[in-house]
T-cell receptor
């Protein structure tokens, strides 16, 4: 079965700083990978997804992620953090037709 | 319309009550999902319906009973729940099940079992 590991349950950055949220996958075949965001007391919203093709994927709200097969990674980045980016971020992979989530990373943004 | 709606937003019930959660989508999606999310944890899959038929049941206790009356509607019937069942229940839908299909999530129903 495929799985994802998110390194760091909490990440804190200053407003305007680079955001880097880490996700590594375990898969023997090319995976389908997703990043979702969850704001407090809300459902999940898709930021971006990787299926095939271009390894640099651009998403909503200025986020992007790069699929690196050699490192089995799919890290999420944003050049400049906004206060509104404070939320829980989940990396996820499709495994046997099911969406399997990582444990999540809480992003805090300080003024 | 790219929205999944869930009702009610909040639900408080006793262990002897019977209640239902409702989920609706009008995107023409043929796969619908129920997830359970405890605080500070990722969502856990409970059930998947594909073309209105139950496709996956993740060994969920029988006190949770899903129903898919039509392609737009998904219900979760609750009966004799336990306090540990208190959680955020999320509904999602996708065009079809699996592969690279994006799942669209509703805002959830926050359930408290007393």
């Amino acid at each position: 079965a495929q799985s994802v590991t998110q390194l760091g349950s909490h990440v804190s950055v200053s407003e305007g700083a680079l955001v880097l949220l880490r996700c590594n996958y375990s898969s023997s075949v090319p995976p389908y990978l997703f990043w979702y965001v969850q704001y407090p007391n809300q459902g999940l919203q898709l930021l971006l997804k990787y299926t095939t093709g271009a390894t640099l994927v651009k998403g909503i709200n200025g986020f992007e992620a790069e699929f690196k097969k050699s490192e089995t990674s799919f890290h999420l980045t944003k050049p400049s953090a906004h206060m509104s980016d404070a939320a829980e971020y989940f990396c996820a992979v499709i495994s046997t037709d099911k969406l399997i989530f990582g444990t999540g990373t809480r992003l805090q943004v300080f003024p | 319309d790219t929205e999944v709606t869930q009702t009610p937003k909040h639900l408080v019930m006793g262990m002897t009550n019977k209640k239902s959660l409702k989920c609706e989508q009008h995107m023409g999606h043929r796969a619908m999902y129920w997830y359970k999310q405890k605080a500070k944890k990722p969502p856990e899959l409970m059930f998947v319906y594909s073309y209105e038929k139950l496709s996956i049941n993740e060994s969920v206790p029988s006190r949770f009973s899903p129903e898919c009356p039509n392609s737009s509607l998904l219900n979760l019937h609750l009966h004799a729940l336990q306090p540990e069942d208190s959680a955020l229940y999320l509904c999602a839908s996708s065009q079809v099940q699996g592969a690279d299909n994006e799942q669209f999530f509703g805002p959830g129903t926050r359930l408290t079992v007393l």
